[in-house]
């Protein structure tokens, strides 16, 4: 395999690939700005196998011969061993991972190294790399993601369909739910974030080789060929766009700014229910931490954690929107500044979802505190409006009636359902004897039986379907 190099790398600007109409070395403070082979090296898997699926193109194409082809491809599987086992060595002067790598390749096989290139640019390269990146963050984030919404099921079939609990607005109690109900929630808001990601999947899935610098190439490539090989069944139809466009990136960016936000608010009920005030839940010790100082405490740090990660997220996703506003047609090299955020989003996702589901279905609720919190004295009062309702009082009636209710066992230190029947019948006149009997908590839930009500029956029509949905997607992605 070791074919000696007889090639001489030009001898300007540090011997850089670019460097044929310059003289002299490149300003040493210019070098540092430039360099991002410390950050875009990862992305070399993809960077070789974009170059390797080039290589045959171009043997296929005759652009190069069969030799020089296989060659190309050989000499790019030892690079890639080298690069996997750290054996690599990456020089900083070579800027990039792209032109690291072709030197490599060059210094390896000889030559035919120096072909690689062929109507080839950076710049419809790196779209590639990143493309083919994206491709797996987002297959890899698509099953953890899947993977917390059935934890998410789990819990609320197994511990939340016979547990009352209060539901909340403005954090105030407001209505009994069931907690399956209120893990629910969350199932449905991050189905709607795995539905963004299988949106915008489809937007990757267009291959930028043959693009060139910016307007395609004049040498008679064919990148459907690459496409084939790389696994894309659409090509790019415009090469400016190709080389321009960031908008998929920014796209997964906002998939997981929403996704975070989505999953801070989890963290928040999760680190509320785990208060001494709430004790609604506790996490289990290998999933808490203790106090330095404070010996007796349990704290939720990985629930904060959880929270406070959104903040990076949303912030990559500004970076970026920042970055590529205002930015003329077409490549600019600020559009190196994508990575960074890019790989700091997608790292954050790939460790906060599993986290979030390990949270999840370690979490042991506290069915006492729930039923008491959800028994509310005063919790009954829009089921007593709504008593009234069906019998003939007009809603805004009710509403007054019950209120003045409340407010009277309010003051007399009781709970709604303990009034007397003559002190009922004083604010409430419509009311029925038995009005009492359906201001049972057990009463007032399975009462919720319209379509997305907390009703037990309705909970358990909504996890079968979660259920359904989690299966064809799981046999979707398989
Ligand atoms: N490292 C560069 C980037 O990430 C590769 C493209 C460089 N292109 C150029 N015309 N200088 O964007």
């Known amino acids: 395999m070791a074919v000696k190099s007889k090639t001489r790398p030009p001898r300007t600007s540090g011997g850089k690939p670019w460097g044929g109409r310059f003289s002299g070395e490149t300003d040493e403070l210019l070098e540092k700005l430039s360099v991002s082979v410390h950050f875009d090296r990862r992305l070399a898997p993809y960077d070789i196998r974009g170059s390797q699926a080039h290589a045959r193109m171009l043997g296929q194409t005759s652009l190069v011969s069969e030799t020089e082809s296989r060659l190309m491809i050989q000499g790019l599987e030892e690079l890639k061993k080298r690069v996997d ?16 790598l072709e030197r490599a390749l060059t210094e390896l096989i000889g030559p035919a190294g120096e072909k690689l290139h062929t109507a080839r640019s950076r710049n419809d390269q790196v779209a590639l790399d990143t493309r083919l990146y994206l491709l797996d963050v987002s297959r890899l984030a698509g099953s953890e993601l899947r993977a917390l919404r059935s934890a998410l099921v789990e819990k609320a079939e197994a511990d939340g369909l016979e547990a009352p609990m209060p539901g909340y607005t403005h954090l105030q109690r407001a209505q009994p739910i069931l907690l399956a109900h209120h893990l629910m929630a969350y199932y449905q808001m991050l189905s709607r974030d795995q539905e963004r990601l299988r949106d915008l999947q489809k937007r990757l899935d267009r291959m930028p080789l043959g693009s060139g610098a910016l307007s395609g190439t004049g040498l008679p490539i064919n990148p459907r060929l690459a496409a084939d090989e790389l696994g894309f069944a659409r090509l790019s139809e415009n090469s400016l766009d190709a080389v321009a466009s960031r908008d998929h990136l920014l796209e997964f960016l906002s998939f997981g700014a929403i996704l975070m936000t989505n999953l801070s608010r989890l963290a928040e009920d999760i680190v509320l229910w785990c208060s001494q005030e709430f004790a609604f839940a506790e996490l289990p010790d290998g999933l808490s931490t203790g106090s330095s100082m404070m010996p007796q405490k349990k704290n939720p740090d990985g629930a904060e954690l959880m929270r406070g990660k959104a903040g990076r997220v949303i912030g990559d996703l500004m970076a970026l929107l920042t970055v590529v506003k205002g930015l003329p047609m077409s490549y600019n090299r600020d559009l190196q500044e994508d990575k960074e955020p890019l790989f700091d989003a997608a790292d954050t996702l790939l460790l906060v979802l599993p986290a979030a589901a390990r949270m999840i279905a370690g979490l042991s609720f506290n069915r006492e505190r729930l039923y ?5 004295p005063y919790a009954p009062a829009t089921d007593l409006a709504d008593h009234l309702v069906k019998r003939g009082v007009p809603f805004r009636r009710a509403h007054g009636e019950a209120g003045a ?14 009034l007397a029947p003559d002190e009922m019948a004083r604010f409430c006149p419509e009311a029925a004897a038995d009005v009492m009997a359906d201001l049972k908590l057990e009463k007032l839930l399975a009462a919720r039986s319209a379509f997305s009500g907390t009703a037990p029956r309705s909970v358990r029509r909504q996890i079968k379907a979660a259920r359904k949905a989690l299966l ?7």
Do not use: S, T
């Open 372 to 376: 008491a919190a959800a028994d509310d």
């Open 405 to 418: 209710a409340v407010a009277y066992a309010l003051k007399k230190g009781v709970a709604l359902a303990d």
């Open 472 to 478: 064809a997607e799981e046999r979707r992605a398989a």
């Open 85 to 100: 086992g750290g054996a690599f060595v990456w020089d900083p002067k070579l800027e990039d991972v792209h032109m690291n």
